[in-house]
């Protein structure tokens, strides 16, 4: 289906009904304290809602309702075609809401709503429908024992799950999330971004619709150091999924060691190295360079940030990429056109500019983009790339979650693989070259979750996506992201 036109968009808002309760054992509620947090639209600075913050006290009513559901077993112990039935008709139902959750999706995060309708709306419900197809297709192990006995091994859900998630693909990683441990009979909470939290709290009605049992499928928005706190602190928690930063990942490790020793499985951040060698197919490396660091206004875990380039083909790449770059239409999230909208907020707008004032300091040099002067408002940064990086800048190093690019030259393979590993994170990398035994030798030695060759940032349901090193442990996607949300259970009987 086409996007429809920002006409329809700005008059659907017009009677765009906002979530703004929590959603606690079947029902929408306010904060136990009467606390809210203020929505804003980045792109505008307009109001949106006041929504509920979590106490301690919410977190509690959840825990509690979450366990009683698990315990009861409607949920938990149906048959996993029944199961399947149900998340099916969520997955249509999100269908079916399509247009209201990409504008809720553009409205909170300013991100373009020809992304959020093509991308992140269908991206969720397709995760939510796979999810539903893989779970009655799943069969248990009988262990080798000899005669006389017999030993299964079959998976049970683990429990309550908690997942607490960052704002830039608010819906897609709730279902990243959701999907595998709803399939799986958990019962589950999820904690939405302060920024983002109106189309989890839509789906949390929609998931009502479908027939989700009361108690499975609670959301409480509120602050991470609150509500997000004590889903990490609390003892009747079992597993707790995050996505977010590095820093707040390793705070989940804390409250699980201070608590009750529950699984805390991380996603964190990243600096995804793109390797470009002279023997690649530069027109396409560049194009795809440009989607690679820039979609989603570059607020991507996996953005490939660091583009590291053959010497020998720098100034030629560099000119492709800023051909291909200034294509892009930066503006209005709601005119389909745009490709690239506001970040999430004025806040982090002005970190990403602070990067591109201290790439400057630092000696790198702008290919693409502007120098700030300090006077810019509002949540809108440009495409921007840096050359003469070094691979000790910290526009090289560090995470910058926003449209900027540092271009660092290198010699030859060696030094390639040795710059793109010289990093604490390891999420992602990509490759670009005609020489298929270098891509396999570059693609071994890449520390990195996931290697894209002659592509950028890979993702799809039917492959697993995590991290090495501080980008965090556990794998979303996939049917490796069940082992995150079941576990074993050997029965052995003497016959
Ligand atoms: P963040 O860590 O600040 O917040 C993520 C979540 O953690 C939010 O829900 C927040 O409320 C909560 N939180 C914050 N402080 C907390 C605390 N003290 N205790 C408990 N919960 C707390 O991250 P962000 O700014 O929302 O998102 C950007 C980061 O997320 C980037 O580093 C990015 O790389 C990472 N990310 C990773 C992936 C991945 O799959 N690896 C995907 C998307 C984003």
């Given at each position: 289906?086409?996007?429809?036109?920002?006409?329809?968009?700005?008059?659907?808002?017009?009677?765009?009904?906002?979530?703004?309760?929590?959603?606690?054992?079947?029902?929408?509620?306010?904060?136990?304290?009467?606390?809210?947090?203020?929505?804003?639209?980045?792109?505008?600075?307009?109001?949106?809602?006041?929504?509920?913050?979590?106490?301690?006290?919410?977190?509690?009513?959840?825990?509690?309702?979450?366990?009683?559901?698990?315990?009861?077993?409607?949920?938990?112990?149906?048959?996993?075609?029944?199961?399947?039935?149900?998340?099916?008709?969520?997955?249509?139902?999100?269908?079916?809401?399509?247009?209201?959750?990409?504008?809720?999706?553009?409205?909170?995060?300013?991100?373009?709503?020809?992304?959020?309708?093509?991308?992140?709306?269908?991206?969720?419900?397709?995760?939510?429908?796979?999810?539903?197809?893989?779970?009655?297709?799943?069969?248990?192990?009988?262990?080798?024992?000899?005669?006389?006995?017999?030993?299964?091994?079959?998976r049970e859900p683990v429990g309550?799950?908690?997942?607490?998630?960052?704002?830039?693909?608010?819906?897609?990683?709730?279902?990243?999330?959701?999907?595998?441990?709803?399939?799986?009979?958990?019962?589950?909470?999820?904690?939405?971004?302060?920024?983002?939290?109106?189309?989890?709290?839509?789906?949390?009605?929609?998931?009502?619709?479908?027939?989700?049992?009361?108690?499975?499928?609670?959301?409480?928005?509120?602050?991470?150091?609150?509500?997000?706190?004590?889903?990490?602190?609390?003892?009747?928690?079992d597993c707790?999924?995050?996505?977010?930063?590095?820093?707040?990942?390793?705070?989940?490790?804390?409250?699980?060691?201070?608590?009750?020793?529950?699984q805390?499985?991380?996603?964190?951040?990243?600096?995804?190295?793109?390797?470009?060698?002279?023997?690649?197919?530069?027109?396409?490396?560049?194009?795809?360079?440009?989607?690679?660091?820039?979609?989603?206004?570059?607020?991507?875990?996996?953005?490939?940030?660091?583009?590291?380039?053959?010497?020998?083909?720098?100034?030629?790449?560099?000119?492709?990429?800023?051909?291909?770059?200034?294509?892009?239409?930066?503006?209005?999230?709601?005119?389909?056109?745009?490709?690239?909208?506001?970040?999430?907020?004025?806040?982090?707008?002005?970190?990403?500019?602070?990067?591109?004032?201290?790439?400057?300091?630092?000696?790198?040099?702008?290919?693409?983009?502007?120098?700030?002067?300090?006077?810019?408002?509002?949540?809108?940064?440009?495409?921007?790339?840096?050359?003469?990086?070094?691979?000790?800048?910290?526009?090289?190093?560090?995470?910058?979650?926003?449209?900027?690019?540092?271009?660092?030259?290198?010699?030859?393979?060696?030094?390639?693989?040795?710059?793109?590993?010289?990093?604490?994170?390891?999420?992602?990398?990509?490759?670009?070259?005609?020489?298929?035994?270098?891509?396999?030798?570059?693609?071994?030695?890449?520390?990195?979750?996931?290697?894209?060759?002659?592509?950028?940032?890979?993702?799809?349901?039917?492959?697993?996506?995590?991290?090495?090193?501080?980008?965090?442990?556990?794998?979303?996607?996939?049917?490796?992201?069940?082992d995150?949300f079941t576990q074993l259970k050997?029965?052995?009987?003497?016959?």
């Amino acid at each position: 289906m086409a996007v429809p036109d920002p006409h329809y968009w700005h008059d659907f808002r017009s009677r765009l009904v906002i979530p703004s309760e929590a959603f606690i054992d079947g029902q929408n509620t306010p904060a136990s304290d009467g606390q809210t947090l203020t929505n804003h639209n980045p792109a505008t600075g307009d109001v949106l809602a006041d929504v509920a913050a979590c106490s301690s006290e919410d977190v509690d009513r959840a825990v509690a309702a979450a366990r009683k559901s698990f315990d009861a077993g409607e949920w938990s112990l149906a048959a996993p075609a029944e199961r399947k039935a149900v998340l099916q008709r969520l997955a249509a139902l999100m269908m079916e809401h399509q247009e209201e959750l990409a504008l809720l999706e553009t409205l909170d995060t300013g991100k373009p709503i020809r992304d959020a309708f093509e991308l992140d709306i269908p991206g969720a419900s397709g995760c939510f429908g796979w999810y539903a197809e893989a779970i009655d297709k799943l069969y248990g192990e009988v262990a080798p024992t000899d005669g006389s006995n017999l030993a299964t091994i079959t998976r049970e859900p683990v429990g309550v799950v908690a997942a607490v998630i960052p704002w830039n693909f608010p819906l897609d990683i709730t279902a990243w999330k959701m999907a595998p441990a709803l399939a799986a009979g958990n019962s589950v909470i999820l904690k939405p971004a302060e920024q983002s939290p109106l189309t989890a709290l839509r789906l949390a009605q929609l998931a009502k619709e479908a027939g989700i049992p009361d108690g499975v499928f609670n959301v409480l928005p509120g602050h991470g150091h609150i509500t997000g706190q004590a889903l990490g602190l609390h003892s009747n928690v079992d597993c707790l999924a995050f996505t977010g930063s590095t820093a707040t990942g390793k705070r989940f490790l804390e409250y699980s060691a201070q608590s009750n020793m529950k699984q805390v499985w991380l996603e964190c951040g990243g600096k995804s190295p793109n390797l470009i060698f002279a023997d690649s197919d530069l027109d396409e490396a560049a194009k795809v360079a440009v989607q690679g660091i820039y979609f989603n206004q570059g607020e991507v875990c996996s953005a490939n940030s660091r583009i590291l380039i053959q010497r020998e083909v720098k100034d030629a790449f560099v000119e492709r990429f800023v051909a291909a770059a200034s294509q892009l239409k930066v503006g209005d999230p709601l005119d389909p056109s745009t490709d690239i909208g506001s970040l999430i907020d004025d806040n982090h707008a002005g970190k990403v500019r602070g990067y591109i004032s201290l790439g400057l300091e630092e000696g790198a040099r702008l290919a693409l983009g502007e120098a700030p002067d300090g006077k810019e408002k509002g949540a809108f940064v440009t495409p921007t790339l840096f050359e003469g990086v070094t691979a000790e800048m910290t526009i090289a190093r560090e995470e910058i979650f926003g449209p900027v690019a540092a271009l660092i030259e290198f010699a030859d393979e060696d030094e390639a693989v040795a710059i793109a590993n010289d990093s604490i994170y390891g999420l992602a990398a990509s490759v670009w070259t005609e020489n298929l035994s270098r891509a396999h030798r570059i693609s071994r030695r890449l520390q990195a979750g996931t290697v894209s060759v002659n592509t950028v940032d890979a993702i799809d349901f039917i492959t697993p996506f995590g991290g090495y090193k501080q980008s965090g442990f556990g794998r979303d996607l996939s049917l490796h992201a069940l082992d995150k949300f079941t576990q074993l259970k050997t029965t052995w009987v003497r016959l």
